[in-house]
């Protein structure tokens, strides 16, 4: 969210958290494709003009779903957008990706890679605790955070002291933890996120489509939508987004049947 509001600065965001039936990370593919679709149908409803799918899981197996029923609304995948960095950055040591269950199992980012550069040698290590440990973080002394931190991010990267030399963060919730991270990697080491790749792409997207917003009266919004548990939304949004959340709206979301009204 940050890179999106620097980069469009006179965009409204409406973001939604799927609170009630995180995380994504460790349900099947077809029920992150029924999650997403329900999610989508809601911001659609919204009045939303374009659709950034900024959950990894949600971004690798659902993305042609999302742009099938969005269209002609572009949507932009954050897999896409951080394979795209990542390729970029990397050497011939390759790509480590770090990212949930779900996403590393599924295989998104080494196709995506790939696709981008065949020669890429592509790893991944699923890292679900990296998940809670991020998530739990913003209710922790930093003292208490830095015990924890320190050997589950250690256990996260076993078997990879050496190479590649390209990290790339396959989770939302990973950027949080970077510090740490950047400890017990090689010095050198490039970790990359899709964050500033994903702002860009949707900047030129917008402009293209002619969609990009040009009135300078109108002040820009961010409003928050959050389908359960408003108070932790509002706690663990702040601890991520690093800024101040006023208000969040409830909406009550169906499970793989459909929403509820």
């Not at 919004?221 to 706690?235: C, G, H, Q």
Request: aromatic residues 6%; contains cysteine.
């Amino acid at each position: 969210m940050r890179a999106l509001r620097s980069a469009l600065p006179k965009e409204s965001f409406i973001y939604l958290g799927d609170s009630a039936r995180l995380p994504y990370g460790t349900k099947s593919k077809e029920t992150v494709i029924a999650y997403a679709k329900q999610a989508s149908e809601i911001l659609m409803e919204k009045g939303i003009k374009a659709l950034v799918v900024a959950c990894n899981t949600a971004s690798g197996h659902a993305l042609d779903e999302l742009t099938e029923i969005l269209a002609p609304r572009p949507v932009i995948g954050v897999v896409k957008a951080g394979s795209r960095a990542a390729v970029k950055a990397a050497d011939k040591s390759g790509i480590l990706v770090l990212a949930t269950e779900s996403t590393v199992s599924g295989g998104a980012y080494e196709r995506e890679i790939l696709s981008l550069n065949p020669k890429t040698k592509v790893y991944g290590r699923a890292c679900p605790l990296w998940v809670a440990l991020a998530e739990e973080g913003h209710s922790m002394p930093i003292a208490s955070l830095q015990e924890l931190a320190v050997p589950v991010v250690r256990h996260g990267l076993r078997g990879f002291s050496k190479t590649p030399n390209t990290v790339l963060l396959g989770c939302t919730h990973f950027p949080v933890i970077a510090s740490y991270l950047n400890a017990h990697l090689p010095e050198g080491t490039r970790i990359v996120e899709a964050g500033e790749t994903v702002a860009s792409e949707l900047d030129v997207v917008l402009k293209n489509d002619a969609l990009l917003n040009t009135d300078s009266y109108k002040s820009p919004v961010v409003r928050y939508i959050a389908t359960d548990n408003l108070s932790r939304f509002l706690s663990v949004g702040q601890f991520f987004l690093g800024e101040r959340i006023d208000h969040v709206e409830l909406v009550q979301i169906g499970g793989a049947g459909g929403r509820q009204d």
